[in-house]
């Protein structure tokens, strides 16, 4: 079946504009997850998502950052105003349900912000 | 923040041969994962081992946990050039929420 998606898969955008990233998790998955992966910090988690709950964005670096979750489906991730160190890729996880369940992992997006 | 440490950071061995990697973490957790990632992109899930389990196998893998230790090993025996990859452990914290920390990663290469 149809794993996780991400769109686009590259972005490249000038510093103070704002980008949205998207995330298709796979259909019947109640957890969504964000990550973003850089050379400084490594593998870092953002937000994620459980069905209707609120999110918990407690990874979120900056308030310029900030996702929803369409449906309990579709996410999109916003930052505004984009930095140089917002330079990363974007990796979107979804598992049947959150906790004690593999993630499947989406392909990522890699964000350059010049 | 990173929760542990991935040792060695990098490993070079012959095709056939097995491969070792070690994740130590700071915090009690749940469970600890193991990932794999090619070309610095989308990582596929290897295998998970629950906090009241000590061993897992899965095809040419075996994960241990030392919960004492708090410390984690992958063994990939029997390598093939289509393992180079980087790896990396991942814990929960014991949040139970899923949200995972991840080690720095041992980047694997073997020559055919």
């Known amino acids: 079946g149809a794993g996780v998606s991400q769109s686009p898969s590259n972005k490249v955008t000038e510093k103070g504009k704002d980008v949205e990233l998207r995330c298709d998790p796979i259909?019947?998955?109640?957890?969504l997850y964000w990550y973003r992966q850089s050379l400084g910090q490594g593998l870092e988690f953002l937000i994620y998502?459980?069905?209707?709950?609120?999110?918990?964005k407690s990874g979120l670096p900056s308030d310029r950052f900030s996702a929803e979750r369409t449906g309990g489906s579709v996410s999109t991730l916003t930052i505004q105003r984009t930095q140089q160190e917002d330079s990363a890729v974007y990796l979107c996880?979804?598992?049947?349900?959150?906790?004690?369940?593999?993630?499947?992992f989406g392909p990522g997006t890699r964000l350059t912000v010049t | 923040s990173q929760q542990g440490e991935e040792d060695p950071q990098a490993l070079s061995i012959q095709e056939g041969e097995n491969a070792t990697m070690n994740c130590s973490y700071k915090?009690?957790?749940?469970?600890l994962q193991w990932y794999r990632q090619n070309s610095g992109r989308g990582l596929v899930h290897l295998i998970l081992i629950r906090s009241n389990e000590r061993e897992k196998h899965s095809g040419r893998l075996r994960v241990t946990l030392d919960t004492s230790k708090k410390s984690s090993s992958l063994l990939i025996t029997a390598s093939r050039a289509a393992d180079t990859a980087s790896y990396f452990c991942a814990t929960d914290g014991s949040s139970n929420t899923g949200k995972l920390i991840f080690g720095q990663g041992t980047t694997l290469q073997v020559k055919p």
């Open positions: 996880a979804s598992s049947l349900q959150a906790g004690d369940y593999e993630q499947y």
């Open positions: 998502f459980q069905g209707n709950s609120a999110p918990d």
């Open positions: 915090t009690s957790i749940n469970n």
């Open positions: 259909s019947g998955h109640t957890a």
